[in-house]
C-alpha cells in the first residue's frame, strides 16, 4: 500500500522559516514526478513545487521562487520542502503528491494527508 506522509507543518511568523517532510513508503518512485501542492481556505489546490525523483529539473511556482526549495533524499524515501521568508498568504494546507505520467496521461496519483502551514503577520 502506498502512503506519502507529510510532517513538518505549524505555526510560524512571518519571515520565518519551516521545512516538511514526505515521507514515502509502499513501491519505488523512479519514474515519478514528486512534489507540493497546497490548498488555502476556500481556494483549489495549487502546485508550489516538483521535481522528477529519479533526478532532474526543479519547477517552483511564480509565488515561491526563490523562497522555497525541494529537496528529495532517494535512501530516505522522502521529499522535502524548505520554506524561508514565509509570508501570511503562504497559509494552506501543504499536501504532498506522487505522479505517474505517460503521454500526458496520468497512470498513478499519490497524496499524501496534508500538513497545516500558519503564517501570522
Known amino acids: 500500500q502506498v502512503q506519502l506522509v507529510e510532517s513538518g507543518g505549524g505555526l510560524v511568523q512571518a519571515g520565518g522559516s519551516l521545512t516538511l517532510s514526505c515521507a514515502a513508503s509502499?513501491?519505488?518512485?523512479?519514474?515519478?514526478?514528486v512534489g507540493w501542492f497546497r490548498q488555502a481556505p476556500g481556494k483549489g489546490r495549487d502546485f508550489v513545487a516538483g521535481?522528477?525523483?529519479?533526478?532532474?529539473?526543479?519547477n517552483y511556482a511564480d509565488s515561491v521562487k526563490g523562497r522555497f526549495t525541494i529537496s528529495r533524499n532517494n535512501a530516505k524515501n522522502t521529499v522535502y520542502l524548505q520554506m524561508n521568508s514565509l509570508k501570511p498568504e503562504d497559509t494552506a494546507v501543504y499536501y504532498c503528491?506522487?505522479?505517474?505520467?505517460?503521454?500526458?496521461?496520468?497512470?498513478?496519483?499519490?497524496w499524501g494527508q496534508g500538513t497545516q502551514v500558519t503564517v501570522s503577520s
Open positions: 509502499g513501491r519505488t518512485f523512479n519514474n515519478y514526478f
Open positions: 521535481l522528477p525523483w529519479s533526478g532532474g529539473p526543479t
Open positions: 503528491n506522487a505522479r505517474l505520467s505517460y503521454l500526458g496521461i496520468v497512470r498513478n496519483d499519490y
